[in-house]
């Protein structure tokens, strides 16, 4: 009898290719797999709920013939609630303080696995699974979890991930980290999947037509005022409301003779900073807070050079992290970097590596 017979596993199954082929190689393994559909909050609109991209009526019917072929049950979870708490209402009030807030870290934190997590185990559940590009290995002798980038350097989602702490990691399982994309795809065709063909959704979950600024001014009441230039500080013109805009932004600012990318946003007197010279984006020196150190910090000797993403989109480069001496929080660092780099912005996170191991990350303020 194959050992895994006996552990049981729920599987967030999004009615993508990923959490379909993950599903596949976890029964394939032999695991007792569930199939979890998680229904997060969507936005009323004039009366009617429109459909959240990760949770809609499309993606649940594809989850659902997934796990009819596969032999799996399936069941359906509503996070409505949580995920509006924990997600929604601080993107919105990030926004609103003037910083370009992540959703997708913290629903990984707390919904994807924090409230998944606990109530997986109220079900019987061993671990859960996603269709993460990711990794996790377990060091025995010190029975710590350390989280690793996955085989697919383009697709790895170990940024979005740098929340989690060792009691989620011992529970979680990445089916397909050590696959690539491509790999994936052929998965998904070999095991016949109704999802093969299915492509993937860019937009931010719960703005399902991408369109930010209407969204934020669903919810937020929005003041025009001053763009000035960050060196002559003249008046250019009229912005629209501070939230629409963010850090190192060239389109849409609206001003000719450019080009002008923004600056800086200074809420307190409703200015847009703007620039024309691309240099003034250029910092080498930033503070993050709450970072989270996924192994601890034993083995960690301050300062450390370590590579650093700021954005998930951007290259991890070296930079010194030291604690901040100023601060009353032990979870805050300055981090320095030998080369300056562009648009760091705060709401963003500052994620931390060595080598293939994701150590952790925090907030950028």
């Given at each position: 009898?194959?050992?895994?017979?006996k552990?049981k596993?729920?599987?967030?199954m999004?009615?993508?290719v990923?959490?379909s082929?993950a599903?596949?190689?976890?029964k394939?393994q032999?695991?007792d797999?569930?199939?979890?559909?998680?229904?997060?909050?969507?936005?009323?609109?004039k009366?009617s709920?429109?459909?959240?991209v990760?949770?809609?009526?499309?993606?649940?019917?594809?989850?659902q013939?997934?796990c009819?072929q596969?032999?799996?049950?399936?069941?359906?979870?509503?996070m409505k609630?949580d995920?509006?708490?924990?997600?929604?209402d601080?993107?919105?009030?990030?926004?609103?303080?003037?910083?370009?807030?992540?959703?997708c870290?913290?629903?990984?934190?707390?919904?994807?696995?924090?409230?998944?997590?606990?109530?997986?185990?109220?079900?019987?559940?061993?671990?859960?699974?996603t269709?993460?590009?990711?990794?996790?290995?377990h060091h025995?002798?010190?029975?710590k979890y350390?989280?690793?980038?996955?085989?697919?350097?383009?697709?790895?989602?170990?940024?979005?991930l740098?929340q989690?702490?060792?009691?989620?990691l011992k529970?979680?399982?990445?089916?397909?980290?050590?696959?690539?994309k491509?790999?994936v795809?052929?998965?998904?065709?070999?095991?016949?999947?109704?999802?093969?063909?299915?492509l993937?959704s860019q937009?931010?979950?719960?703005?399902?037509?991408?369109n930010?600024?209407?969204?934020?001014?669903?919810h937020?009441t929005?003041?025009?005022?001053?763009?000035?230039?960050?060196?002559?500080?003249?008046?250019?013109?009229?912005?629209?409301?501070l939230?629409v805009?963010?850090?190192?932004?060239r389109k849409?600012?609206g001003?000719a003779?450019?080009?002008?990318f923004?600056?800086?946003k200074?809420?307190?007197?409703?200015?847009?900073?703007v620039?024309?010279d691309?240099k003034?984006?250029?910092?080498?020196e930033?503070?993050?807070k709450?970072v989270?150190?996924?192994?601890?910090?034993?083995?960690?000797?301050?300062?450390?050079?370590?590579?650093?993403?700021?954005r998930?989109r951007?290259?991890?480069?070296f930079?010194?992290?030291?604690k901040?001496?100023?601060?009353?929080?032990m979870?805050n660092?300055?981090?320095?970097?030998?080369?300056?780099?562009?648009?760091?912005?705060?709401?963003?996170?500052?994620?931390?590596?060595?080598?293939?191991?994701?150590?952790?990350?925090?907030?950028?303020y």
């Amino acid at each position: 009898m194959n050992k895994n017979n006996k552990i049981k596993v729920a599987i967030g199954m999004s009615g993508g290719v990923d959490s379909s082929v993950a599903a596949a190689l976890l029964k394939k393994q032999g695991y007792d797999v569930v199939g979890i559909f998680i229904q997060f909050w969507s936005e009323k609109v004039k009366g009617s709920a429109r459909d959240n991209v990760c949770c809609s009526f499309e993606s649940k019917n594809d989850a659902q013939k997934v796990c009819r072929q596969l032999g799996m049950p399936f069941y359906t979870m509503n996070m409505k609630t949580d995920f509006k708490k924990a997600v929604v209402d601080d993107f919105i009030c990030k926004y609103e303080k003037g910083d370009t807030p992540n959703p997708c870290v913290r629903c990984n934190k707390y919904i994807k696995f924090g409230e998944f997590i606990k109530r997986a185990k109220a079900l019987g559940c061993d671990y859960v699974a996603t269709g993460h590009y990711s990794r996790i290995t377990h060091h025995v002798a010190r029975n710590k979890y350390e989280l690793k980038k996955s085989k697919d350097k383009e697709k790895d989602q170990t940024y979005f991930l740098h929340q989690l702490t060792q009691n989620q990691l011992k529970h979680v399982l990445f089916p397909v980290g050590k696959y690539t994309k491509p790999e994936v795809r052929k998965l998904a065709k070999k095991f016949d999947l109704p999802t093969k063909s299915k492509l993937e959704s860019q937009e931010v979950c719960f703005i399902p037509d991408g369109n930010l600024e209407k969204f934020l001014k669903r919810h937020l009441t929005f003041s025009a005022g001053d763009i000035k230039d960050i060196k002559t500080k003249e008046v250019l013109g009229q912005h629209k409301g501070l939230p629409v805009y963010t850090i190192g932004q060239r389109k849409g600012i609206g001003l000719a003779a450019g080009p002008w990318f923004v600056v800086r946003k200074d809420s307190k007197s409703n200015v847009l900073w703007v620039t024309n010279d691309e240099k003034d984006l250029l910092s080498n020196e930033f503070t993050v807070k709450n970072v989270n150190w996924i192994v601890g910090t034993e083995n960690l000797l301050f300062p450390m050079r370590l590579k650093c993403k700021i954005r998930y989109r951007t290259k991890s480069v070296f930079a010194t992290i030291k604690k901040d001496s100023k601060s009353k929080s032990m979870n805050n660092y300055i981090v320095q970097f030998k080369k300056p780099q562009r648009a760091i912005t705060k709401g963003q996170y500052a994620v931390f590596y060595k080598g293939k191991s994701c150590l952790g990350g925090g907030e950028i303020y």
